[in-house]
C-alpha cells in the first residue's frame, strides 16, 4: 500500500454531550452541576416529575436520585427505559444497595456521599461505554450492581443467595478474552480522556506559541503511548513542513523547511482538515512523515503515525505528528481524540496571536489591494457605483459578521436594493442618511477578505472600496507569519495582492491602555453589543437604530440585548474614572465653555 493509499480519515468528535441531573435536593443538584466541566451541557431537574417531561432521545447520561417524594428514581429509571431512550443512567442515592437493584436497568450505582472526582470519573466512564455494543454495556452494569452489592454484609441483604449468584457470574464473565479485551479498550479510552483534559487545562493558561507546543508535546510523550511527537509550520504555497518542536528525541532539531510534494500525508491533512493515520512507516512511509525530522522509523521501532492538522477556521498554523511502536493502534476513537486535540491546540495558539497583538507595543502593518468580486464589498461597489469605508464590525454566529458601512456615490436605496438580492446577506438596513454620506448595515456569511484576516489574528484598521478595488490595512503580532495569513485571504479569494509591509510603534498614549483594560472587563458579548450600538448609531440623538433594529442583526431578544448593553456601559464608566482619575463634585457639575 502506497503511503497517499495508506492515509485515513476521520472527522472530528461529536456535538457537547447532554447531561440530565435529577435531584429533589435543589443545592445537591446545582453542586453536581457545578461539578462537571464545560464540556458538557449540564441540565437540572428538581424532582421526578419535572424528569419526566424533559427525558427524551437527545439526553446523552442521566445522574439519578434514588429516593424522591412524588415520584421516586426508580419510576423515573422504568419510564426511561419503557420509551426506548438507551441512554446510560447512573443512580446518585442515599439508600444502600440491596438485591432489588439487580433487576433495575441502570449502568452505574454511587452512594451518598460523592466526592467530585467521583462524580466526574463516573460520568465520563459512562460516556465513554456508549462507545461499546450493547453486550458490552449490560456487561459493565452487571459488574456495577457486583460491586455495589459487595460493598454489604451478606447477612443485611435480603437475598444473599441472588447477591452471590450475581458475583460468580460477573467473575465467570471477567475471566474471558472477549471481557479483558473490552476491560483493556474501556482503559485506554479513559487514558485518552484524562489526557486531553490534562493538557487543555495547561493550555488555557499558555501565553506563548513555544509554551503551547511544547506542553502538548510533551505531555503525550510523557503519558500517551507516543514515542513521539512533534509540531510542524505548514506553508501552503509551497506545501513545507518546517520543525518547531519535538518531544521523545534528544538533540535539537533542524529547521529546514521539506516538501512533500504535495501528495505525502502532511498535505494529505492540511488539504482535508482530518487527521491522516499512516501504517507502513516500516516499508517506506517514513519518507514523507518522518523527514522533516531526519529520522528513521526502523531505527527508532516505530510502526505507525497520525498527523494531525492545526488549524483555526480557514488558517493553518501547522501539524502535530505523533508516532507510537504499535501496530493498528489508531482507531477510529484515536483519531477522533487527536482531532479535538488538534483544534484544541490551533485554539490556542490563535487566542496566544491576539493577545500579543493587542499587548505588543511594536505590530507589524500590512497593506492589501483587493480587486475580486468574490468579496462582496468590492462585487456591490461594481455593480452600484458606490465608495464604501467599512466603520465597523462585529462577529456573529456561523461565520457571519455584522458590518457597518459609509456609502458615497450610490443612494441608499440603490446600495440596499443590490444587497438584498445577494444570497450571502441575511440583512440590510439603512441606518442613518444626509446629503453625502448613508451609513448601512449589512449582516454577511463568509464573503469578504475581513473574515479570514480576523481568524488569522490580525487586526483590521481600514478598508474602503471605490469603483471596484479595494484597499485594506491591518495589523498582526511581530511574530506573525504573513505568509500564513496571505494564505488564509487566498484559500477563499484570488485577485488578491500585498502591497505593503512595515514594522510600526504603538502610539504611545493612554488611548490604547485604556481599551485593554476596557476589554479586560467586558465580556465578548457585553463587547460585541457595545460596539454594535455604537456602530449602528444607538448613542446618536436622535438615534439612528433602535434597540430593537440592534437586537435583531445580533440574533438576541432585546432584553438581552439591555442587560448586556447597560453592563457594558457600568464598566465603561467604571474603567474611565479608575483610568483618569475621580472627579470632585464641581468638576463633574462644571459646564463646558
Known sequence: MSEAGSASSAEGVTETPTVLIVDDDKDLADTYGMWLPDEYDVEIEYGGVQARKRIDDDLDLVLLDRRMPGIPGDKVLEDIRERGIDCPVAMLTAVAPDTDIIDLE????????????????????????????????????????????????????????????????????????????????????????????EIDRELVVASEREEIERTACDRLVEHGPYELAWIGEYTVSFQQTTPRYLAGEDGEIGDQAVSDGGEGPITAAVDSGAVQVVDDLGDGGETQALEPLG??????????????????????????????????????????VLSELGDSIANAIHSAKTKKLMLADTVVELEFDINDSADLFVALSRETGARIDLKGFVPAADRELTCYLEISGATAREFLDAATERPEVQIARGVSDSADTRLCELRVADSTVVLPLIEAGA????????EGSGHLTA?????????????????????????????????????????????????????????AAYSAGYFDWPRESTAKEIANSLDLAPPTLHEHLRGALKELNETFFSETGEFSEDERLRPRE
Open 295 to 336: 529520522l528513521s522509523a526502523t531505527d527508532r521501532g516505530i510502526s505507525a503515525g497520525a498527523i494531525v492538522p492545526l488549524q483555526h477556521q480557514d488558517t493553518v498554523y501547522g501539524v502535530l505528528s505523533v508516532f507510537t511502536d504499535q501496530e493498528d493502534f489508531f482507531d477510529e476513537r484515536e483519531v477522533a
Open 106 to 197: 441502570f449502568d452505574e450505582y454511587l452512594v451518598k456521599p460523592i466526592t467530585q472526582t467521583e462524580l466526574r470519573d463516573t460520568v465520563d466512564e459512562l460516556l465513554l461505554r456508549r462507545e461499546f455494543d450493547p453486550d458490552a454495556q449490560d456487561h459493565f452494569a452487571m459488574e456495577s450492581k457486583a460491586e455495589a452489592l459487595a460493598s454489604r454484609d451478606p447477612e443485611d441483604l435480603r437475598d444473599p443467595e441472588a447477591a452471590t449468584d450475581l458475583k460468580n457470574e460477573a467473575e465467570r464473565a471477567s475471566e474471558s478474552d472477549q471481557v479483558r479485551e473490552l476491560r483493556s479498550e474501556l482503559q485506554r479510552l479513559q487514558r485518552i480522556t484524562s489526557l486531553i483534559r
Open 475 to 531: 495589523r498582526v503580532a511581530p511574530d506573525t507569519d504573513v505568509r500564513t495569513v496571505v494564505e488564509a485571504m487566498e484559500s477563499g479569494f484570488d485577485d488578491i495582492e500585498l502591497t505593503a509591509k512595515r514594522e510600526t510603534e504603538r502610539d504611545i498614549q493612554s488611548v490604547g491602555d485604556f481599551r485593554q483594560s476596557l476589554e479586560n472587563n467586558l465580556t465578548d458579548r457585553q463587547y460585541s453589543v457595545l460596539e
Open 459 to 466: 487586526s483590521i484598521e481600514s478598508m474602503v472600496v471605490d
